[in-house]
């Protein structure tokens, strides 16, 4: 292939058998699987975290759980992210759980409930401090209630209620973090005052699931870990907390050249040549989610050596100095992965370039296939 994005499913599996070796007090694990799998591939992934333990999926999207059941995933999927006029029947139908943030949202799913004759999944969500989604601490007590009335009129269940750490990835000690853990326990008291019981409660995320083993509840709800990379990447890398990298990035020389001295690369000749040099040309660019920003600054592997992005990244391509050593097209290009080979890894990527590592393996887009090893 020109270009891959191969997904080892076996260090998936694994990752999240990890994961729930991890949770506190035999929490259940519920493997975040949004945004295609965290780029690593929704159905794929999905099915190899069941295999590893995960008794429950989190996802973003009614089309992303949608999508897994499609694909026979019977296992209970959250879904948290709604707009006012989304047709909600076919999720309640399916028995998918729906994140509830407020009383006009619940109306909407009891009426999908009334639609379909099938009483709702429902898990009520408190603002703990992040400042996103969630029912305010002012607006909880009447959102419990109104959850308790419809409950008792079978038109949903309460199967859940939880909230999302804002600092978790600051360490266990951050002071956000006691703050929101507070106003959870409270939120879970005015819960129980309703006359709800929910089947779960959960708070912790990946950052939370490997350093914050008081905040597990009944269920740890780890995304970026689930593919093998470290959301405190300042306490410890992934092999610190028994993960491995799922995502390696590979590409292909298209093309090699000889230059002279002082030739300029790439748009606007950001990059140079010394010397006379080779340049081997790499067919993947920012259309495929190798950012810009790279330019002169991100590395990759080619022949045993660690070679600087040089000159800007294009939209489909991006060029690499070589200097005097040698190079064919068709060799093999490793932008990132576990760092086996001594390729740079996602971490690398996102520190030179400024960002998260998260960024990195969820913006390399459709263009780039996903090939799957490890696999049951």
């Known amino acids: 292939m020109r270009t891959q994005a191969r997904i080892d499913l076996a260090a998936v599996r694994d990752n999240v058998a990890a994961l729930a070796a991890r949770a506190a007090g035999g929490a259940q694990v519920m493997a975040v699987v949004k945004a295609d799998g965290y780029g690593h591939g929704l159905v794929p992934c999905a099915r190899a975290a069941v295999q590893g333990g995960a008794s429950w999926l989190g996802v973003a999207f009614l089309e992303e759980a949608l999508a ?4 026979g995933l019977d296992v209970p999927v959250l879904a948290w992210l709604m707009v006012p006029d989304e047709d909600l029947a076919p999720a ?5 759980d729906l994140s ?3 009383l006009p949202q619940l109306d909407r799913v009891r009426a999908a409930a009334r639609a379909t004759g099938t009483p709702a999944r429902v898990q009520l969500k408190i603002d703990t401090g992040l400042s996103r989604a969630g029912a305010t601490v002012r607006e909880w007590p009447d959102l419990c209630a109104a959850a308790a009335r419809a409950e008792a009129g079978g038109e949903l269940r309460v199967t859940g209620v939880w909230s999302h750490f804002a600092f978790a990835d600051g360490g266990p000690d951050h002071p956000v973090n006691g703050a929101q853990a507070a106003v959870f326990a409270e939120a879970l008291e005015v819960a129980d005052r309703a006359g709800l019981t929910p089947d779960v409660r959960h708070l912790a995320n990946s950052a939370a699931t490997l350093t914050a083993p008081a905040t597990h509840y009944d269920l740890v709800r780890p995304g970026l870990a689930c593919y093998g990379l470290s959301p405190v990447p300042d306490l410890g890398a992934p092999a610190d907390f028994g993960l491995r990298p799922a995502m390696t990035l590979l590409s292909t020389v298209a093309l090699v050249k000889r230059v002279p001295a ?6 606007l000749h950001r990059h140079v040549t010394a010397a006379e040099a080779t340049l081997a040309l ?5 259309a495929d989610g190798v950012p810009r920003s790279a330019t002169g600054v991100a590395q990759v592997l080619l022949r045993g050596r660690r070679r600087t992005i040089a000159g ?3 939209m489909d391509q991006f060029v690499l100095d070589l200097g005097d050593d040698a190079v064919e097209a068709g060799d093999e290009v490793l932008l990132f992965g576990p760092g086996d080979a001594g390729e740079p890894t996602a971490q690398d990527w996102a ?6 590592d998260y960024e990195i393996v969820t913006r390399i887009g459709p263009r780039v296939p996903r090939t799957y090893v490890g696999g049951l």
């Open 282 to 286: 790499v067919p993947l660019g920012y």
């Open 100 to 102: 509830v943030d407020d």
């Open 92 to 96: 309640v139908s399916a028995a998918v």
């Open 68 to 71: 897994l059941r499609d694909a």
């Open 262 to 267: 002082g030739t300029g690369v790439s748009y």
């Open 312 to 314: 800007t990244v294009c």
């Open 351 to 356: 520190r030179l370039l400024g960002t998260i």
